[in-house]
């Protein structure tokens, strides 16, 4: 189970290193200022698809967004 205010910390944390605001951020991608806040706080848990629209505007990859949600595994297959 991911920590949902580690991983809202996390997100706020690339936010405030691009220098955007959270209504900034809902400008460039369609995501309410106030989901944002609720998810930096370890309110609310964004799905995959704000995810990948978040991933976009903060230029980090989604599937690595996806991981430190716990969406995905970050094992990697040996063959």
Known sequence: MVNKTA?????????EN?????????LACGVN????FQIERGFKMPSPA???KLAIVYNVSYENLMIAAGYLSNNKATF
Not at 8 to 15: A, F, T, W
């Open 7 to 15: 991983f809202g910390n996390y997100l706020k944390q690339l936010r």
């Open 50 to 52: 704000i995810l990948e």
């Open 33 to 36: 200022s106030s989901y944002i």
């Open 18 to 26: 691009i220098k955007l605001s959270t209504r900034q951020v809902q």
